[in-house]
């Protein structure tokens, strides 16, 4: 069976039979260069925050994310930032009353036989008067209507996660530079 990520949906939508031909080869997850992406080290810290209730653990999980970074001022100002969007993360988790009920959680859709899509859903909520919100952490400003995979994890989320309509289920992506969600 052949399997991709989720996250090249778009790719396979531009040119199926391209991407067709990259996954019969094999071929089709790119590497990733730098090391162990930011997002994930603020995923990593926000994740601390839920299971202590507390930020400052969450602070010093991202500080010790980042440790090993040569000490230069533009990283001094950006581990500033990162620590900044998590004090807006807490304000917003608070202000929206969400509950984390899952991070990190797998996907797996099986489109034939010969065909899966894997990835993974960083955090999904809880609200406060009913629904399911999933967030993916990241800088891009997306329309996720536009992108294919936010709806089918919103479709994954209602049917395998969640057990819910999928009216039920919001999903978004939070700014790991800012905390602030959309």
Same mark, same amino acid.
């Given at each position: 069976?052949?399997?991709?990520?989720?996250?090249?949906?778009?790719?396979?939508?531009?040119? #199926?039979? %391209?991407?067709?031909?990259?996954?019969?080869?094999?071929?089709?997850?790119?590497?990733?260069?730098?090391?162990? /992406?930011?997002?994930?080290?603020?995923?990593?810290?926000?994740?601390?925050?839920?299971?202590?209730?507390?930020?400052? /653990?969450?602070?010093?999980?991202?500080?010790?994310?980042?440790?090993?970074?040569?000490?230069?001022?533009?990283?001094?100002?950006? @581990?500033?930032?990162?620590? %900044?969007?998590?004090?807006?993360?807490?304000?917003?988790?608070?202000?929206?009353?969400?509950?984390?009920?899952?991070?990190?959680? /797998?996907?797996? @859709?099986?489109?034939?036989?010969?065909?899966?899509?894997?990835?993974?859903? #960083?955090?999904?909520?809880?609200? #406060?008067?009913?629904?399911?919100?999933?967030?993916?952490?990241?800088?891009?400003?997306?329309?996720? %209507?536009?992108?294919?995979?936010? /709806?089918?994890?919103?479709?994954?989320?209602?049917?395998?996660?969640?057990?819910?309509?999928?009216?039920?289920?919001?999903?978004?992506?939070? %700014?790991?530079?800012?905390?602030?969600?959309?």
């Amino acid at each position: 069976m052949k399997k991709f990520s989720i996250t090249e949906l778009e790719t396979a939508r531009r040119n #199926p039979v %391209d991407f067709g031909k990259v996954l019969k080869d094999g071929t089709t997850s790119a590497s990733s260069f730098g090391g162990y /992406p930011k997002s994930m080290r603020w995923l990593n810290a926000i994740c601390k925050y839920h299971e202590d209730q507390d930020i400052s /653990p969450a602070i010093l999980s991202l500080e010790q994310g980042f440790w090993n970074r040569k000490d230069t001022s533009k990283n001094r100002q950006e @581990l500033e930032a990162f620590i %900044d969007a998590l004090s807006n993360y807490e304000s917003e988790i608070q202000k929206r009353k969400l509950s984390l009920i899952k991070s990190r959680e /797998p996907v797996s @859709l099986t489109l034939t036989r010969l065909v899966k899509i894997t990835g993974q859903i #960083p955090v999904i909520f809880m609200r #406060p008067e009913t629904g399911f919100s999933a967030y993916f952490i990241t800088r891009e400003n997306i329309n996720w %209507d536009t992108v294919l995979k936010y /709806p089918v994890i919103q479709s994954c989320i209602a049917s395998n996660t969640c057990n819910c309509k999928v009216t039920e289920v919001e999903v978004g992506y939070i %700014d790991y530079y800012s905390g602030e969600f959309h």
